[in-house]
């Protein structure tokens, strides 16, 4: 069946059995992350949801063990933070013996310059190096549980910026927080190829996923100003908005679809497998440097060197 722009996450799914699967959601306890929790476990998967608020993180496990039947697990985690993410995934780990999908859903949008206490900017700590560290740190779990997964949650704007590997922290030169912003959504992309290149032999494929635009709490921090630039951008670039069901829908495909067997690295939109950018004023598609090989494989490496130095480089 062929799905497309206005496809939800309950029609991608439909006659999807997860039972038996793991599934790992980040940024769970709200928005894409919480509907692509909801719809996963609906189709039998045991899901466990992951974020920063405890609070929010049991309002949304009870709606969706209200609305499914199924209880899931949670789970503390502030990807800005590397001995979160280490806590995270070690209790984790103690608690399962392996993962089928990981999908890095979280993320933080065109926020003011902050930095981590390790000096990352704040959009690459979390959108970024945040998953680059959990990714890793869960790769055990993934290949005992492979064939499996990992869906990085990417945008389209991407296309703002390609990755300053010289100065991703924006030390030497003036914060922009769109460009910070889509500096991290191409290291998702670029992490997506890299390790789907690295992790194909072990029967883990990768995919990056554009959900579209979707009114969600990830643009909490702009402006009314910045927020009204943005809605006449995409209305400019003929963009329309999305549910939340629907803005979820890619990622659930990405994650279970059979088309996507064989495949891996793959840039993912409206439910279906995206091309090249055809041109400035066309909303769909990757930008050329999205597939920087070059670019990917030095971003691994940079992201070793500063997210946590004892790492296998996903060995």
């Not at 039972?19 to 894409?32: D, K, P, Q, Y």
């Not at 924006?170 to 889509?182: C, I, K, L, T, W």
């Not at 910045?226 to 829908?249: C, R, S, V, Y």
């Amino acid at each position: 069946m062929a799905f497309g722009f206005n496809s939800t996450t309950d029609d991608v799914l439909a006659g999807v059995d997860l039972t038996g699967r793991t599934i790992l959601v980040t940024g769970a306890s709200g928005g894409l992350g919480e509907e692509t929790a909801r719809a996963l476990a609906a189709r039998g998967a045991s899901v466990t949801i992951a974020a920063r608020s405890e609070d929010k993180l049991d309002a949304a496990a009870a709606r969706i063990g209200k609305g499914t039947g199924k209880k899931v697990e949670t789970g503390l985690l502030a990807l800005d933070r590397p001995e979160s993410v280490r806590t995270f995934a070690e209790t984790w780990m103690a608690g399962h013996d392996q993962l089928n999908i990981l999908i890095n859903n979280a993320g933080v949008m065109a926020c003011p310059l902050s930095r981590t206490k390790e000096g990352w900017e704040m959009q690459f700590a979390t959108n970024h190096l945040g998953h680059f560290l959990l990714t890793n740190l869960l790769l055990p779990a993934l290949k005992k549980g492979a064939p499996g997964r990992v869906v990085n949650l990417s945008s389209a704007a991407h296309r703002y910026a390609t990755v300053d590997l010289e100065d991703p922290n924006f030390v030497s030169r003036d914060y922009n927080p769109q460009v910070a912003y889509g500096q991290s959504k191409t290291a998702n992309v670029w992490f997506t190829r890299e390790l789907d290149k690295r992790l194909a032999g072990n029967g883990i494929r990768a995919f990056a996923v554009q959900p579209g635009g979707i009114h969600t709490d990830l643009g909490r921090h702009m402006s009314q100003e910045q927020l009204n630039a943005t809605l006449q951008f995409m209305e400019d670039q003929g963009i329309a908005l999305k549910t939340i069901p629907q803005g979820a829908a890619t990622t659930c495909w990405g994650a279970t679809s059979s088309d996507l067997e064989g495949k891996g690295g793959e840039y993912l939109e409206d439910c279906g497998v995206a091309g090249p950018n055809p041109g400035p004023e066309e909303p769909l598609g990757y930008a050329p440097h999205a597939v920087d090989a070059r670019g990917a494989a030095n971003l691994s490496w940079n992201s070793h060197r500063r997210s946590d130095k004892r790492l296998p480089v996903m060995a």
